[in-house]
């Protein structure tokens, strides 16, 4: 019976959980009549050359097959980039003159505008941050690109890439190590730069915590209530004696009668 009540108890003692209720943002929904964004001259790149480096690595998954179309347009010459820098000065003249004709609705709620203001910037890429480390496979296209295609010039640029992987994949490991340990080498180089590497202050500032007042501790107040009894105590004892004085002082004047 003890054990039940002593149980009940401490149930009774332990704090509920209360969940919290997540609160969804409301999205902005779009307007379909807005003009389309301009696109970027590296999405223009993407857009038609990641058909055919997905051909030409058919495991790879999606953030692997982003990672090889990414180190492809980081490796193109300027004058074969130009191609998608142009279409993508031809797309952004196209979106600017559209959008001088187009007024956006207004927002059907306050819950859109305190999103937008609440709206997080995208962060800007640091120029000063260490360069990523490169791959096996980036090195071999680096170092013999240029080769494969004074010997190949009428292949096209797709049909050059899907080449010079079919070219990396025939190497021996021997021959394919001398790629292997550039690229260990370049990812040591990198690791080491991080450990040292300082972002820069984004501007947010950070909350001050204000400093909570030390609680009276129980024994000064306990003091305190002390001293106030003393001194009411004392109070009392000198009022006694002077009505005793008083006393004795009638009792002589009565007697000398």
Known sequence: MDDDVSSDSEQ???PKMIKKKTVRRKKKKK???APKK???SYLHFSK???PKIKADNPNATFAELSKLTGASFRALEAEEKKKYEDMA???KRRYNEEMKDYSAPESSSDSDDDYNRKKRKKKKKDANAPKRALSSYMYFMK?????YKDENPDLTFGALGKFMGAKFRELSDEDKQEYVDLAKEDKKRYEKEMKSYVPPNDGRKKKKTKAKKAPVSSSSEEE???SDNESSDGGSGSDND???ASDASEESSSESE
């Open 12 to 14: 009774a003692r332990q």
């Open 31 to 33: 307007d379909p009549n």
């Open 38 to 40: 301009n696109t970027t």
């Open 48 to 50: 038609e050359m990641r």
């Open 89 to 91: 000065a031809e797309d």
């Open 143 to 147: 170092q013999m690109r240029s080769k």
């Open 224 to 226: 305190e209530e002390d």
């Open 242 to 244: 002077s009505s005793a």
